[in-house]
């Protein structure tokens, strides 16, 4: 049974649940059986980019894969604010306003840092049990509270000089911000409106474009190519917090789920290995540490 991660390369105009289950016929097809697949956080089939899919124990760390932060390119286009703030929507308003780039640059400053932003109506949160997007497909009044949220980095470029009609942004952001509602928010900032034209996701988490694989690689897979050439280990998804080594005896004790005391380490979240093996994902307060979550991993040891 493979346990780790395969992250996608997800093309334009195939959706997140539509991108695990492509993992799980592909795994399937090539001899596995029934595997438990999930995805670390959805994107839109109008974008593209990384997404992270979890197999197997992974699939315990993909709660935390949503929770982590993100880094997307946009391209910003002046002029018209469709109602799904992308280039699939009706065209609601327009503006004859084209700003400079080196007034996109000045109002940067304005959108880093912690910042309060209001969700698309056309997104999935939830109002009242029903999802924001299909209140708005039904053309009902959508009103979403305002969410608070961390740009941690806004950069912006464009080949032109003077006015420009697109810009093209790079951002990295904090969980639950929504990169059409920051390009509305700055369109609007500069006096005019706008859509995103193009949206694609650079980095999730520990997970970056250069770690991805195309549909077509994955797609090998079915066809009797390797696993092993496209799945990596759960540890890679961890590879932002530090390593807990334990000896045997310590192993089996977090195995039966019960807490370590006196460890030296500093408080904080860790992961717990008995030499290479992942154990447990384990919180550590005061020289306790207690399992977060445990892995049922086979040791290729015995």
Same mark, same amino acid.
């Given at each position: &049974?493979?346990?780790?991660? +395969? +992250?996608? !390369? ?8 539509? $991108? #695990?289950? %492509? =993992? ?5 097809? %090539? ?36 929770? $982590? ?22 065209? &609601?308003?327009?503006?004859? /306003? ?5 007034? =996109? ?12 932003? #209001? ?7 939830? /109002? ?8 708005? *497909? ?6 979403? !509270? =305002? ?48 859509? #995103?034209?193009?949206?694609? *996701? ?10 991805? +694989? ?10 009797? $190519? ?27 004790? =977090? ?26 994902? &384990? ?7 207690? /399992? ?8 290729? $040891?015995?």
């Amino acid at each position: &049974m493979p346990h780790g991660w +395969i +992250i996608l !390369d997800k093309p334009l105009g195939l959706g997140s649940t539509q $991108a #695990v289950a %492509a =993992v799980k016929r592909n795994l399937r097809q %090539a001899g596995y059986g029934k595997v438990k697949v999930g995805h670390g956080g959805t994107l839109d089939p109008l974008a593209s980019g990384v997404l992270p899919i979890a197999v197997g124990e992974a699939t315990k760390l993909a709660g935390r894969m949503l929770d $982590a932060t993100k880094e997307y390119a946009f391209v910003l286009r002046f002029g018209e604010e469709t109602d799904t703030l992308d280039a699939e929507g009706r065209v &609601m308003a327009t503006s004859e /306003v084209r700003p400079s780039l080196a007034g =996109v640059e000045a109002m940067l400053p304005r959108f880093t840092g912690a910042i309060e932003q #209001v969700p698309p109506a056309f997104s999935a949160l939830k /109002v009242e049990g029903r999802r924001a997007y299909d209140l708005a *497909r039904a053309g009902e009044e959508v009103e979403l !509270d =305002v969410r608070n949220v961390e740009i941690f980095s806004l950069s912006a470029s464009s080949g032109r000089e003077g006015c420009v009609e697109e810009v093209l942004f790079t951002a990295h952001v904090s969980k639950g911000t929504y990169i059409r509602a920051l390009a509305r928010d700055i369109a609007h900032a500069l006096g005019t409106v706008g859509h #995103v034209t193009m949206l694609r *996701r650079l980095r999730a988490g520990p997970f970056d474009l250069s770690r991805a +694989i195309s549909l077509d690689k994955l797609n090998e897979v079915g066809q009797g $190519a390797p696993l092993e050439d496209v799945i990596l280990p759960l540890e890679a998804g961890l590879d932002d917090i530090p390593a807990l080594d334990l000896d045997p005896e310590a192993a089996r004790a =977090v195995r039966q789920g019960r807490v370590l005391s006196g460890l030296p380490q500093d408080d904080g979240l860790y992961w717990a290995r008995a030499g290479r093996l992942p154990v447990a994902l &384990m919180e550590l307060s005061g020289g306790d540490a207690r /399992v977060v979550r445990g892995f049922n991993l086979p040791d290729v $040891a015995e």
